[in-house]
């Protein structure tokens, strides 16, 4: 996609989704649980840790594919699943789909996606990623299994952290719930927001399509999330035949108990901060679960991830794959399919630039070596500290 960048920095994105949007919108994306400090905590973290730059390497032709399950990725990270995307912009979800395809990254389809899930599927193709909620009745989330077999998923993702919806102040005070309800103050909302409002109108406003099967839509968002517990994970690992990852793990001792299990890959989050509001930063959990499962375990990371160098420390704290939530829809929103586009290619040329700076020529050779002794000291201390309390 040719034409002057929309986006030149994640801030840029954001400060034009926020204009764009309806606040009800903007909150629901940018809101976490709480007091929102978790959600800071995770960004701070990056801004804290320092990097080792190295003078003299030979360092041209980067190389940032990543070999990661039984995938080759041209890039070390990608898209987290994020329910209802089309409330960021209406085509969303086939735009993020489409670019995942364009920039052969992985894009992970929803449960609560407001699109199905089998389109979702066609759009993408290869590198489309399933994620299951057990909400409700766990007769559903097997349904919802089968037909993700059914449309040649090949990895499914089981997110854990959400046995029920945390409380997120924005939402409630802005009255934000599934489906719609359109009282004075959304009215408002949306009337100062026209661009927004009137695609939207056109396009039909976005419902989980998962759960639509006939006319009924029977999906609750604050039903309980908890059918996904050990049982039911020893059950999917049996029927489950393909790459199965486990999303939203935050303690040593569950991820040694999910790599007993037999999962493929375990997902290091908290949610963005969108679940416990007391929980460390999730970065900092990272090498002490790298430590816990040993090097060969694949892990994945998400988590206040803003940027290229926000990757390349990820990566530099023992994640073999890194993924974006909130920044991907505030790009989408801020500029829909040019957003997006000018986004993933801005993460890439960090990346880039990031990787020159530290001497090294290909993202996989990315270790803790990369970090800056005295911090990463620190860190290690602060790990310890906590751990013995
Ligand atoms: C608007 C929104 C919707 C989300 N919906 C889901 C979801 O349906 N399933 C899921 O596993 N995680 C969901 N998440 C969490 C993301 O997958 C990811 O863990 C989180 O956004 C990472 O943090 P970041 O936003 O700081 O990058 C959602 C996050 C956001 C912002």
Redesign the pocket.
């Known amino acids: 996609m040719s034409g002057p960048k929309s986006i030149i920095s994640f801030e840029d994105a954001k400060a034009k989704a926020k204009r764009k949007l309806p606040r009800m919108i903007f909150d629901?994306?940018?809101g976490s649980a709480g007091r929102e400090i978790a959600?800071n905590k995770?960004?701070q973290i990056f801004n804290d840790i320092h990097l080792r730059s190295r003078v003299l390497a030979s360092v041209g032709n980067p190389k940032l594919n990543s070999k990661f399950l039984n995938y080759s990725f041209d890039l070390p990270f990608g898209i987290?699943?994020?329910?209802?995307?089309n409330?960021a912009w209406p085509d969303a979800d086939k735009n993020l789909a489409e670019a995942a395809k364009k920039f052969n990254i992985p894009h992970?389809v929803?449960?609560?996606?407001s699109s199905s899930l089998e389109d979702l599927k066609k759009w993408g193709e290869g590198q489309t990623w399933f994620?299951l909620?057990v909400n409700g009745p766990t007769e559903e989330a097997w349904n919802m299994v089968d037909r993700a077999e059914a449309s040649g998923y090949k990895t499914l993702?089981l997110?854990v952290?959400?046995p029920v919806v945390s409380r997120r102040v924005r939402d409630l005070r802005n009255g934000f719930v599934v489906p719609f309800k359109i009282g004075l103050k959304q009215l408002v909302d949306f009337a100062l927001h026209p661009h927004w409002s009137l695609s939207t109108i056109i396009k039909g406003i976005p419902e989980p399509k998962n759960f639509r099967q006939g006319s009924k839509n029977n999906f609750d968002r604050n039903a309980s999330r908890a059918g996904a517990n050990w049982e039911f994970l020893v059950e999917l690992r049996k029927k489950w035949q393909g790459n199965l990852i486990v999303?939203?793990v935050m303690d040593v001792v569950d991820a040694k108990r999910i790599q007993n299990a037999g999962i493929d890959a375990i997902?290091v989050?908290?949610?963005?901060?969108?679940q416990l509001d007391s929980s460390p930063p999730?970065l900092l959990t990272l090498p002490k679960i790298r430590d816990s499962v040993g090097p060969n375990m694949p892990l994945i990371f998400?988590?206040?991830?803003?940027s290229g160098e926000d990757i390349v420390k990820a990566l530099a704290f023992g994640a073999n794959f890194v993924?974006?939530?909130?920044?991907?829809?505030m790009a989408i929103a801020a500029s829909s399919e040019k957003g997006l586009n000018d986004y993933l290619l801005l993460l890439k040329e960090e990346i880039e630039v990031v990787m020159a700076q530290l001497g090294i020529k290909d993202s996989s050779k990315i270790s803790g070596d990369a970090l800056y002794t005295d911090i990463s000291k620190k860190l290690q201390k602060e790990i310890h500290t906590e751990n013995k309390l």
């Open positions: 629901f994306i940018e959600s995770n960004l987290a699943p994020m329910g209802m995307c409330l992970c929803s449960t609560a996606a994620q909620y993702i997110t952290d959400v999303k939203g997902w989050s908290n949610h963005g901060g969108r999730a998400d988590s206040g991830v803003r993924m974006l939530g909130r920044p991907i829809m």
